[in-house]
């Protein structure tokens, strides 16, 4: 009978450790588990405080890009108000035919200009400079067809910025 014992003990031992087992990796498959979704939860408010944080630096890159902005135009409309109140004074002169000297307007008129090639503003020509014809930069003055790489006869300065044609320059074929 002892032998029967031994029997049914080593299999319910066996049956029992098995269970335990089990029951010991059940328990950590649950923690597992409550560890990952705790990381998880974790990531998320990472995630969530990177977006905050990333908007709160594109506001503050915005305003600062403005502010630069305004601070850079008024620093041009500094060196320039005094320029325009003179020529707006001359243009009064001439429309009330007040003695204004042609010279007067030359030098304010002149000197915007300098002030806008400072600014990134790029010429195109100069009246009376005679350049090679292109379709991309030059306007002919009249209808008539001018081939590219004619000689032309710059008209009216035209401008670039930033490579941008703003204003093609007007121009005269040399012939006639």
Same mark, same amino acid.
């Given at each position: 009978?002892?032998?029967? $014992? ?6 319910? $031992? ?53 502010? @630069? ?10 060196? #320039? ?6 020529? /707006? ?10 003695? +204004? ?7 304010? #008129? ?13 010429? #195109? ?12 930069? @030059? ?5 008539? #067809? ?7 006869? /710059? ?9 941008? +044609?703003?204003?093609?320059?007007? /121009? ?5």
């Amino acid at each position: 009978m002892s032998e029967l $014992c031994e029997f049914f003990k080593r299999l319910f $031992c066996k049956s029992a450790d098995k269970a335990a087992d089990k029951e010991k990796q059940n328990h950590e498959l649950v923690e597992n588990l409550i560890r990952l979704e705790e990381e998880l939860k974790k990531r998320d408010e990472i995630i969530a405080q990177m977006r905050r944080e990333y908007e709160d630096l594109a506001r503050k890159l915005a305003e600062e890009k403005t502010r @630069h902005y305004d601070e850079a135009l008024e620093n041009h409309f500094s060196r #320039i108000v005094n320029r325009l109140a003179t020529l /707006v004074t001359l243009a009064h002169g001439v429309r009330n035919n007040l003695k +204004v000297e042609p010279e007067d307007f030359a030098d304010q #008129i002149f000197f915007f200009e300098k002030e806008l090639i400072a600014a990134g503003l790029e010429p #195109i020509g100069k009246p009376g400079e005679t350049v090679e014809f292109d379709v991309a930069l @030059h306007q002919p003055i009249n209808a008539g #067809i001018i081939s590219d790489g004619a000689k032309v006869i /710059v008209k009216i300065q035209g401008y670039k910025f930033r490579g941008k +044609v703003l204003a093609k320059a007007i /121009v005269a074929g040399t012939e006639g």
